[in-house]
């Protein structure tokens, strides 16, 4: 949670043209970067933290609560564990071990891009909760939708966001089958699926920016809109409007082959990369077109 608004924050910098202030703020990000992967590792997934005597939350020489889903998420959306694949190790356990059966993940990283729930942690009440605060003291197997986003950006993005529990009728969720919940009851407690303090939660936005930035791909950035669409290969295609900048862009996509490779024409016009660039002083309206696959080509 430091590393990534550290970033942000340099990216901000460099964009004024405050070299200076870019490059202490990447310096202090990578510095957390090194502590985190250092000290925060724990050989398959990351740490949750250390309580005031020392000791390791969410670690396999935990007794109970060995596994939490908020580090996973936050490390993977911060870009910590990419390069040496301590990331993909870490969505690796989450499925394994926090997935439930009101919800699927893939794990098809070609497609990089799903949604699911996942447990906040197993095993489920550790017996040292006193300690450790309100995060282990949770009805055993809980379900905490917010945290459950996680983003690897790079070569192969992969992302996890949480969602309403696939599949269980609103008599065993007990809320409204419309309504995000702040917590849905895992595997490991007598009523799965149940839900808990519905509308309480910010589990909503955090999934809309998921759906329409990372899944749909259209986000925001300092030099332009990017379009990088992870669709599966199944989906033709979409058609969105985005407002950016006083412009209305209204983007068509279609998958012409395989896999996320774009070509993009705007106005007309093929450009290259992904950023669109921005619209002209008083433009209202900006036709984006989008191919979709690994035949799109030159």
Known sequence: MFVLPAREMAAIAHWRGSEEASRQYEQSATQMERTVLEHGWDGEWFLRAYDAFGGKVGSSECGEGQIFIEPQGMCILAGIGLENGFAEEALASVNKRLATTHASCSTNLRIRATICIWVRF??????????????????????????????AAGRTTIMRASTLPRGSPSVTCIGEPYVYAQM?????????????????????????????????????????????????????????????RNARYHISVRRVGAGNAVRIRVEGQQIQGNILPLPRAGQADVEVEVSLGLSVGP
């Open 122 to 151: 197993r095993p489920t009440r550790p017996a040292t909760r006193k300690t450790r605060g309100f995060s282990v003291t949770q009805t055993p197997g809980s379900l905490l939708p917010r945290p459950s986003l996680g983003t």
């Open 184 to 244: 849905i009851a895992g595997r490991d407690a007598p009523t799965h699926g149940e839900a808990k303090n519905s509308w309480l939660t910010g589990t909503a936005a955090w999934n809309y920016t998921a759906i329409t930035q990372w899944i749909l791909g259209i986000r925001p950035t300092l030099q332009g809109l990017s379009l990088s669409p992870v669709i599966p290969d199944e989906w033709a295609g979409f058609d969105a409007t985005r407002l950016y």
